[in-house]
Every structure is written in structure tokens, then in C-alpha cells.
């Protein structure tokens, strides 16, 4: 398994901005999909964002459709999760996953370690 490591998460107020990253650490690094999956305390993990390496195309759950941006950097490995307007129930553990499903909007049991992101005043 290739090692996924993410960051960038914190707290932030209801209506701000934070910019979590996903870094795979592999020399030669050439996935189908990256995804972004959150779970907030009491609730199943669910699916955020994907995207396909190759083209870029990216896929969004309808709760942050026009919020959350999806990108990557194939020189660095990087994936990036824009996340804007941000929402008290945005708060959950945003976890980085390697050849999701996107169809289907499930994981592979490739994960990161995840990040923790607190919305609150």
C-alpha cells in the first residue's frame, strides 16, 4: 500500500475556508481515482469528493456541490480538497483514499490517516 498522508485540517468558523492535502508517498504514483471521504462522530464514513488521476474529471456529493473543489498535482502527489463556506455539519475526520469507486461512491481499503476538521464559533 502506498502510504497517504494527510493535513491542512483545523477549526475554523462557520462561513471560512480550509485547504486539506493528500500526499502519496510513492515514486512512481499513477492511480484510476483519488477521493475525499469524511466521518463525523456517530456516523458512517461518507463519501465528499473524487476525482480520476488521469483527466481530472471530479465527482462532488450533493452537500458540498458548489463548496468543496477537488484538485491535484501529478509532479507532487499530491490531491487538495478546497473547502469553502463551510458549515458546523462539515465537522468530521476527512480521510484521503486511494482508487475509489466513484460509480458508486465507496472506498477502496486504501486510506489515509485522516485530518480533523472543526467547524464552530
Known amino acids: 500500500q502506498v502510504p497517504l498522508v494527510e493535513s491542512g485540517g483545523g477549526l475554523v468558523q462557520p462561513g471560512g475556508s480550509l485547504r486539506l492535502a493528500c500526499v502519496a508517498s510513492?515514486?512512481?504514483?499513477?492511480?484510476?481515482?483519488m477521493g475525499w471521504f469524511r466521518q463525523a462522530p456517530g456516523r458512517e464514513r461518507e463519501f465528499v469528493a473524487a476525482?480520476?488521476?488521469?483527466?481530472?474529471?471530479?465527482y462532488y456529493a450533493d452537500s458540498v456541490k458548489g463548496r468543496f473543489t477537488i484538485s491535484r498535482d501529478k509532479v507532487t502527489n499530491t490531491v487538495f480538497l478546497q473547502m469553502k463556506s463551510l458549515k458546523p455539519e462539515d465537522t468530521a475526520v476527512y480521510y484521503c483514499?486511494?482508487?475509489?469507486?466513484?460509480?458508486?461512491?465507496?472506498?477502496?481499503?486504501?486510506w489515509g490517516q485522516g485530518t480533523q476538521v472543526t467547524v464552530s464559533s
Open positions: 483514499n486511494k482508487d475509489p469507486d466513484i460509480a458508486k461512491s465507496l472506498p477502496s481499503s486504501a
Open positions: 510513492a515514486q512512481i504514483f499513477n492511480p484510476y481515482s
Open positions: 476525482l480520476r488521476w488521469a483527466g481530472g474529471s471530479s
